[in-house]
């Protein structure tokens, strides 16, 4: 569905569409299509049942207000830090303790096995610890010396 549509919040936070037939849909979710490679692209907004009620191609097609709803929907769902530096590993072998810093602070996850980093194109990696958060390292060629040659070992 392509239509118009009105978004607002209720009193409870949840978003709330008001399709252009009139009909209200309470719990819409905001969902990337492409949430790495195009994230300002391809969002569709769904319904509780999990259908798709509306359509975003492009986030900056937007009005302001829907906009902020959406990029704020986004924002809640989506946690993604961003490795800026791997400060140390307990072990070159799987299960091992990661030291890391992030866009968001130094922490410290579990890698399981090495299955659990993912290539996204040629220099950008995702990497899943033990409890199924993702980290994000836009840029291998970024990262400093001692922090590639630790990720070497692991890929």
């Known amino acids: ?7 607002e919040r209720n009193a409870f936070g949840r978003l709330v569409l008001t399709a ?7 719990g819409v979710v ?5 949430p790495l490679s195009a994230p300002d692209t391809a969002i569709a907004l769904v319904g509780g049942d999990g259908h798709e ?4 191609p492009r986030l900056d097609a937007l009005d302001p207000a ?3 709803l959406v990029e704020a929907e986004l924002g809640q769902r989506e946690f993604v830090p961003v490795i800026r530096r791997l400060r140390e590993v307990s072990t070159f072998a799987t299960p091992s303790q990661w030291t890391v810093t992030t866009d968001r602070g130094d922490t410290r ?8 980093i ?3 194109g040629a220099h950008a990696l995702l990497v899943a610890d033990s409890h199924g958060v993702h980290y994000l390292i ?6 400093d010396r001692h922090s590639r040659r630790l990720l070497d070992r692991f890929l």
Do not use: Q, T, Y
Not at 30 to 34: E, L, P, S, T
Not at 53 to 56: E, G, M
Not at 138 to 143: G, K, N
């Open 118 to 120: 993912r290539r996204l």
């Open 30 to 34: 905001a969902v990337r299509a492409f």
């Open 1 to 7: 569905m392509n239509a118009e549509f009105r978004l």
């Open 109 to 116: 996850f579990i890698l399981k096995s090495e299955d659990d």
């Open 20 to 26: 252009a037939d009139g009909s209200v849909h309470e």
């Open 66 to 68: 829907r906009r902020a």
């Open 138 to 143: 836009p840029d291998l060629l970024a990262l």
């Open 53 to 56: 009620l509306a359509w975003i």
